[in-house]
């Protein structure tokens, strides 16, 4: 059986539009008895919430399990003491904290931890207070550090933007959690997933992460971030239909 670990954002659509043909492309990994799993580094919805939209964009039906977020492999790294903490995000990260049983607070003096990562809705006091709380010696966590992010409208300020500006007022730099680092690989690791194509739009994330693990392999997708072929991934195609022509062995 083939697995597939698929990014979403600039792979199977942008922003709220479906990327041509990615609902037939997953159809048919489907009907080929593919094991298939999506991987993202967008923090801001819950994995629910993420099937919700997948869904509805493709007319398919994928459950809330087959998607592993950033804010899922960052909650991993907290610790029982790590609690309260400081939130500059939206609700994938606000829901997992809940799930994990950690309080939420917006007060720096009493925060034990940090965690950030895209949030459309942020200011300039929610910045300053969560670099206060850095200072302070809180943990510094980051959702993800993507620059960008790809819409319908082009590339907009993605987490790592609200990250590098905590972290030059903190003067530290945070823990990452998402793609490609370790955290994300040993939370899909943690399924039982061995050998696995990973297909994906950004060379310094999805295709970074097959590089990092035995046994997996990458397809770099140009529908989003990237426009052009790059030697670190092992295949290169147009689009999501293309990257599965090319793992059934279609021309």
């Known amino acids: 059986m083939t697995t597939v670990l698929c990014d979403l954002d600039g792979v199977v659509y942008r922003g709220d539009t479906l990327i041509d043909g990615s609902d037939a492309a997953l159809r048919r990994l489907l009907d080929e008895g593919a094991d298939v799993w999506f991987v993202t580094n967008n923090s801001t919805r819950h994995p629910k919430q993420v099937v919700e939209k997948l869904n509805e964009l493709t007319g398919l039906d994928f459950a809330p399990d087959r998607v592993f977020t950033s804010p899922q492999a960052a909650v991993r790294l907290l610790e029982p003491g790590d609690g309260p903490c400081l939130v500059v995000g939206e609700d994938g990260i606000r829901a997992a904290l809940e799930e994990a049983g950690f309080e939420i607070t917006t007060d720096p003096a009493t925060a034990r931890s940090v965690m950030v990562g895209l949030d459309r809705a942020t200011d300039y006091q929610r910045i300053a207070d969560a670099a206060e709380a850095v200072r302070r010696g ?84 140009l529908t989003g971030v990237t426009t052009e072929g790059s030697p670190a991934a092992d295949l290169v195609a147009a689009d999501l239909g293309e990257a599965v022509n090319l793992l059934l062995g279609e021309p």
């Open 138 to 221: 809180a943990r510094f966590i980051a959702s993800n550090d993507d620059p960008t992010y790809p819409t319908n409208d082009g590339l907009l300020p993605g987490a790592g933007s609200m990250v590098s500006a905590i972290a030059t007022a903190a003067g530290r730099s945070p823990e990452v959690a998402g793609k490609p680092n370790l955290p994300m690989r040993r939370l899909i690791r943690s399924r039982g997933i061995g050998d696995a194509w990973v297909i994906g739009d950004r060379v310094d994330t999805d295709i970074a992460m097959a590089v990092e693990e035995d046994g997996w392999r990458s397809i770099l997708v």
